[in-house]
Nanobody, 122 residues
Framework: QVQLVESGGGSVQAGGSLRLSCALF??????MGWFRQAPGKEREGVAY????????YYADSVKGRSSISQDNAKNTVYLLMNSLKPEDTAMYYC?????????????????WGQGTQVTVSS
């Protein structure tokens, strides 16, 4: 059974940092992504990593402030977010794709974690 387990969310003040973790069980995916969803808004892609090559891609909203990385031995992906802003407040989801082509489109992902809340106060 495929399962993604996220951790690392919390409440921080603007300018602070958080590192989110996502452990994947039961499958090894070539595309692992992080998404977020704020109340009343669509779920949007934040970053993804191609696990076979280590290539990464970021949404403009977090580019330069975030870093996605992986630990292949643990089948775990991380999202480090720095210089957090109140607009980063959202539920953050980790996702894994069955396909080989990676993107920030949520429709490309087949498995999702339960989410971890990130709240940034001004």
């Amino acid at each position: 059974q495929v399962q993604l387990v996220e951790s690392g969310g919390g409440s921080v003040q603007a300018g602070g940092s958080l590192r989110l973790s996502c452990a994947l069980f039961g499958y090894s995916s070539n595309c692992m992504g992080w998404f977020r969803q704020a109340p009343g808004k669509e779920r949007e892609g934040v970053a993804y990593i191609v696990t076979s090559t280590g290539s990464t891609y970021y949404a403009d909203s977090v580019k330069g402030r975030s870093s996605i990385s992986q630990d292949n031995a643990k089948n775990t992906v991380y999202l480090l977010m720095n210089s957090l802003k109140p607009e980063d407040t959202a539920m953050y989801y980790c996702a894994a794709s069955l396909g080989r082509w990676c993107s920030l489109l949520k429709y490309n992902y087949n498995y999702w974690g339960q989410g971890t809340q990130v709240t940034v106060s001004s």
